[in-house]
């Protein structure tokens, strides 16, 4: 077995044992195998048969192309401009979820000095927050106004008429997080 084929076993079985919540010995005890194997195979220093390699498979529910491939990356890293943003007057609109949710949308939103923005009514049962981070945001529902400053939170019913402002004459910054109702 190459060096790259062994560490990668080593890598994935681990990796694998522990996205499932598994220790050693239940793996062990799910692929029919002694808790010295598994520990051994961990360690990158085994050269396991065949049918070892589908019994460690079978104990983690996954082919056996997935034990020797080389590793998967436990994250995505997302730059900054990869992700969608907007303008909307003088407010500056970025998604922070680089996947589309059905229930849930985060968005930053920077306004300039003296900024407005219409918000739009979402559908019923819609839940908004509104946070600050910098600066000052006013919003408006119905008439009423609410200034916050920054670690403010401010929570209201999105399928409501709203208006966003920045009171200052410097750039303020918040954080939309938007829980779409059924």
């Keep these: 077995?190459?060096?790259?084929?062994?560490?990668?076993?080593?890598?994935?079985?681990?990796q694998l044992r522990e996205a499932r919540s598994m220790t050693q010995e239940q793996l062990a005890q799910?692929?029919?195998l002694p808790r010295p194997t598994i520990a051994s195979l961990e360690s990158g220093s085994a050269n396991p048969t065949i049918s070892i390699l589908v019994k460690v498979a079978g104990g983690l529910q996954v082919p056996v192309e997935e034990l020797i491939s080389p590793s998967r990356a436990v994250g995505k890293h997302y730059p900054v401009q990869s992700l969608v943003s907007?303008?909307?007057?003088?407010?500056?609109?970025?998604?922070?979820l680089p996947d589309v949710l059905?229930?849930?949308?985060?968005?930053?939103?920077?306004?300039?000095?003296?900024a407005r923005m219409m918000g739009s009514?979402?559908?019923?049962?819609?839940?908004?927050?509104?946070?600050?981070?910098?600066?000052a945001i006013e919003i408006t529902i119905s008439e009423n106004t609410w200034r916050l400053g920054p670690?403010?939170?401010f929570v209201f019913r999105g399928d409501q008429k709203h208006s966003y402002r920045n009171p200052t004459s410097k750039t303020s910054v918040g954080y939309?997080?938007?829980?779409?109702?059924?």
């Design 151 to 153: 670690g403010d939170v």
């Design 86 to 96: 907007r303008k909307r007057g003088q407010v500056l609109i970025r998604k922070l």
């Design 121 to 135: 009514p979402h559908r019923p049962g819609t839940r908004e927050y509104l946070t600050c981070e910098s600066g």
């Design 102 to 114: 059905q229930s849930l949308e985060m968005e930053r939103m920077e306004f300039d000095a003296r």
């Design 1 to 14: 077995m190459t060096q790259s084929i062994a560490f990668n076993l080593a890598t994935n079985i681990k």
């Design 30 to 32: 799910a692929g029919g």
């Design 176 to 182: 939309s997080v938007i829980l779409f109702g059924s």
